[in-house]
């Protein structure tokens, strides 16, 4: 299959144009002046319905939406864009609505970009004792764009807020300087966008060090998703499939960690052919989706989704809570919400899929989880706990926020039995080296969903 990218530019050459109506257009156009928009073949042609389009979780998922922007600055830039405004009054105003967006949700520059001998290691984060991120500088890209995506700035013109490296040699530095990483997540954008040759290149290069500390090499994807001819038909699918074998038979856990959003993407004749042969070269599949208003908001949906999933060999993994940043407000759910919606969907499968954990938040201190919403002496808290944290002694502590019916995000809690802070704010502060934390943020940063 060719793979023929559609974005802003090129509108009208999509199959299916004739269909949009006019205020879809109008949308679409306005709404992806600032956020990125690129959709493609296998998309528009196999995944999406388009006789429903305006309400389908795959068309929201690709097309920007009007509701994506609040209606004042919707408005604001549709009358810029219809007076034909200069372009640098337009585009001034373009990179403001994206500062107001959140792009880097507070700490991602700051607090997990390590050094090394002096130098800042751009293209890697280092936050939990045994992972470190990569993000290979030709990854930085997708197949396709998600309209909820929080990398975006990635994608638009932010280029200084793009984390990117080119040398595999400050990797294998910077692994050998910290014996305790066994992991390395390889990450974007979506590193399959890579040909493999360039993929191969860094994965050579990490392999041929030897560290005896790697276990496990992650890559994040949404190949599987927006574009499984990834295995099946592109020139260099056999190669890449090659390369996938030859991390297994070095003794490496090699995982891909697939983000599906919907059931749907789970059921075109070339993404069950694209599983199989990935499963084929030794290869496990995991995945991991935020809960996502107009997306997946129901609870039959994931469960759906995840016994799919094991039926197809792929492992569920993690459930994210929508972040806050881009249009968080059009994807968001409250915090309560979120679980009901997990826990539902927990109950109704088999053991065998129990293997997803959630819903967690990615925050400042850590991935935080709502392990539910309880009374304890009279009061009604959410109890949480870290999957993961920045001193990994926190994990799997329970502790207790305030109930609140409004909540989407960890900095809207605060402590319950009126206590004055959680107990690893001192000690987040501490490793943070602030000293203090603006209300009770517990800001979130780096990538999560791909
Ligand atoms: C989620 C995440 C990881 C991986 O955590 P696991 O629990 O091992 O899946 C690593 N680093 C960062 C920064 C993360 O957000
Ligand atoms: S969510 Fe992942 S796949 Fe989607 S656009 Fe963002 S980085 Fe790409």
Redesign the pocket.
């Known amino acids: 299959m060719k793979y023929h990218v559609y974005a802003r530019h090129n509108l009208d050459k999509i199959p299916t144009y004739g269909k949009l109506s006019k205020e879809q257009i109008q949308s679409i156009k306005i709404v992806s002046e600032v956020l990125?928009f690129?959709t493609n073949n296998y998309v528009v042609n196999e995944l999406i319905d388009w006789d429903n389009y305006q309400t389908d979780p795959m068309y929201i998922?690709s097309f920007p939406q009007k509701g994506m922007l609040k209606s004042k600055q919707f408005r604001a830039l549709s009358e810029l864009v219809e007076k034909n405004t200069n372009k640098a009054e337009l585009a001034k105003y373009i990179e403001e609505l994206r500062l107001n967006l959140n792009p880097h949700p507070a700490g991602q520059l700051e607090h997990n970009v390590p050094t090394l001998k002096g130098e800042v290691l751009s293209g890697i984060q280092h936050k939990y004792r045994e992972t470190m991120l990569f993000f290979p500088t030709q990854g930085q890209?997708?197949?396709?764009?998600?309209?909820?995506?929080?990398?975006?700035p990635?994608?638009t013109g932010l280029n200084e807020l793009k984390f990117a490296m080119k040398q595999t040699k400050l990797v294998v530095a910077y692994l050998k300087e910290n014996p305790s990483i066994t992991d390395i997540l390889i990450?974007?954008?979506?590193p399959m966008v890579m040909k493999t040759e360039i993929l191969e290149r860094y994965i050579n290069g990490i392999l041929s060090a030897e560290l005896p500390q790697l276990k496990t090499i992650r890559i994040?994807?949404?190949?599987l998703?927006?574009w499984p001819y990834r295995y099946i038909s592109d020139p260099d699918s056999w190669d890449l499939l090659n390369l996938l074998r030859r991390v297994n038979e070095k003794g490496i856990h090699l995982a891909l960690m697939a983000?599906i959003n919907h059931p749907r993407e789970l059921e075109t004749d070339a993404v069950k052919e694209a599983i199989a042969r990935i499963r084929e070269t030794g290869t496990t599949i995991r995945s991991q989706s935020p809960i996502l208003r107009h997306i997946n908001d129901d609870p039959a949906l994931w469960a759906s989704m995840w016994k799919k999933q094991v039926n197809l060999g792929i492992i569920p993994y993690y459930m994210f809570v929508a972040r806050d940043t881009g249009a968080q407000s059009y994807f968001g759910l409250s915090l309560e919400r979120t679980h009901q919606i997990f826990h539902e969907a927990y109950q109704q499968i088999s053991g065998i899929g129990r293997t997803v954990r959630g819903p967690s938040m990615s925050a400042g201190p850590g991935k935080v989880r709502i392990v539910g919403i309880s009374e304890v002496k009279g009061e009604k808290v959410f109890v949480l706990e870290f999957l993961q944290g920045r001193n990994p002694d926190w994990v799997g502590q329970p502790f207790f926020a305030a109930y609140d019916a409004e909540a989407q995000w960890l900095d809207d809690l605060v402590p319950a039995f009126g206590e004055k802070e959680f107990f690893y704010e001192q000690e987040y502060m501490k490793l943070l080296k602030v000293d203090k934390l603006p209300g009770h943020v517990l800001s979130t940063d780096n990538?999560q969903?791909?």
């Open positions: 990125p690129k998922l890209t997708c197949h396709a764009y998600c309209t909820f995506c929080f990398r975006w990635q994608f990450t974007g954008g979506d994040g994807t949404k190949s998703s927006f983000h990538k969903y791909a």
